[in-house]
């Protein structure tokens, strides 16, 4: 078990610019959440997937945002047009898909908006 | 809409200083309440999931309890290791088999020697 693993872990980018970051579950886990946290706050939901399937978006989600899980296995998330108050550490986590389930998180990307 | 509320928002106590940290909750109806560690740079740690009042459960120096209003995070002879930032979550009923974590803003443990 190697845990959720995360890719870029930092990203500096230019404002107008697009950036697409991964994220790989736990090998067994069919749930893939992304959540954004911003200094001082708590993680804030984004969006999730049931196997391939996106079946949950937060109104934090914007147009400019995309998300997809293809096969049911990794997930890119991409921001389209990066504005600074897209700035934040983007967290992926995975779960089992039970009932009752235990979120796993990954170390986090951490986006600079210039 | 879920609340999650955790005070004090940052706690410094000397080494062997037992204290505990709250976390006040409303949700129309409580799936699970989660405690995580994230030490500063990185993802959430998974602590705890208590399901039910009364439910209680420990590790190591930790220990978290839960009402039908809030949970606490007891924290006994705490260790320099232990400072973090320790983030209570819920996951409501409502939102059918898998949901989403609503989180608290944290509570900042620093541990001094």
């Known amino acids: 078990d190697t845990g959720v693993s995360q890719d870029p872990r930092h990203k500096i980018t230019k404002r107008g610019q697009n950036v697409t970051f991964r994220c790989d579950p736990i090998?067994?886990?069919?749930?893939l959440y992304w959540y954004r946290q911003t200094l001082g706050q708590g993680p804030e939901f984004l969006t999730y997937f049931q196997n391939e399937a996106q079946l949950e978006k937060s109104r934090l989600l914007s147009d400019r945002f995309s998300a997809e899980r293809p096969k049911g296995s990794f997930s890119t998330l991409e921001i389209q047009r990066t504005e600074q108050g897209d700035s934040a550490m983007y967290l992926c986590a995975s779960s089992l898909g039970t009932a009752q389930e235990t979120q796993y998180f990954g170390p986090g990307t951490r986006l600079l908006v210039l | 809409e879920d609340q999650v509320t955790q005070s004090p928002e940052a706690l410094r106590l000397q080494e062997g200083e037992s204290s505990s940290l709250n976390c006040s909750y409303t949700?129309?109806?409580?799936?699970?309440l989660f405690w995580y560690r994230q030490d500063p740079g990185k993802g959430p740690e998974f602590l705890f999931t208590?399901?039910?009042a009364g439910e209680e459960k420990e590790k190591e120096r930790l220990k978290a309890t839960l009402t039908k209003k809030e949970s606490f995070l007891h924290i006994t002879a705490p260790k320099p290791e232990d400072s973090a930032t320790y983030l209570c979550?819920?996951?409501?009923?409502?939102?059918?088999?898998?949901?989403?974590?609503?989180f608290g803003t944290g509570t900042r443990l620093q541990v001094t020697l």
């Open positions: 979550a819920v996951q409501d009923l409502r939102t059918g088999t898998a949901s989403k974590l609503t």
């Open positions: 208590l399901y039910s």
């Open positions: 090998s067994e886990h069919n749930r």
């Open positions: 949700v129309s109806g409580l799936r699970g």
